[in-house]
C-alpha cells in the first residue's frame, strides 16, 4: 500500500503562488507516475499535471501549462506542484494520486483510473 499526503493549500490573491506538496509512505517503490488532480465544487475532476517517477517526463493541462512545474525529490517520494500567477479558476481542492501499472503516453490524458492510490487533498484558495 502507498500512502499520499497533500499539504502547502491556501489562500493567495490573483498572481500569487503556492507550492503543493505530496509525500508518500509505504510502499514507494509501487509508485510509477504521480498526477496532480483538482476538483472545484460542481465541477469534475480534473488532471492538471503528471510526471513519470523513472525519467522525469512531465504533462499538464491546458489549464495551468506554462504556470505550473510539477516535480519530484531524489529519494521519489515527494512530489510538488509549483503553481504561480494563480488565478481565480484555480480555486479547488486538489489531489495527489499515484499509479503503480506504467500507462505509456495514457500518463498525458490524466485518465482517473490509472491512479489506485489518492491523498486526501489540500485546498487552494485564489481571490481576485
Known amino acids: 500500500q502507498v500512502q499520499l499526503v497533500e499539504s502547502g493549500g491556501g489562500s493567495v490573491q490573483a498572481g500569487g503562488s503556492l507550492r503543493l506538496s505530496c509525500a508518500a509512505s509505504?510502499?514507494?517503490?509501487?509508485?510509477?507516475?504521480i498526477g496532480w488532480f483538482r476538483q472545484a465544487p460542481g465541477k469534475e475532476r480534473e488532471g492538471v499535471a503528471s510526471?513519470?517517477?523513472?525519467?522525469?517526463?512531465?504533462y499538464y493541462s491546458d489549464s495551468v501549462k506554462g504556470r505550473s512545474t510539477i516535480s519530484q525529490d531524489n529519494a521519489k517520494t515527494t512530489w510538488y506542484l509549483q503553481m504561480n500567477s494563480l488565478k481565480p479558476e484555480d480555486t479547488a481542492m486538489y489531489y495527489c494520486?499515484?499509479?503503480?501499472?506504467?500507462?505509456?503516453?495514457?500518463?498525458?490524458?490524466?485518465?482517473?483510473?490509472?491512479?489506485?492510490?489518492w491523498g486526501q487533498g489540500t485546498q487552494v484558495t485564489v481571490s481576485s
Open positions: 494520486a499515484a499509479g503503480s501499472q506504467w500507462v505509456g503516453s495514457r500518463l498525458a490524458q490524466f485518465k482517473s483510473y490509472d491512479y489506485r492510490y
Open positions: 509505504g510502499d514507494t517503490y509501487r509508485v510509477t507516475f
Open positions: 510526471i513519470a517517477t523513472s525519467g522525469g517526463s512531465t
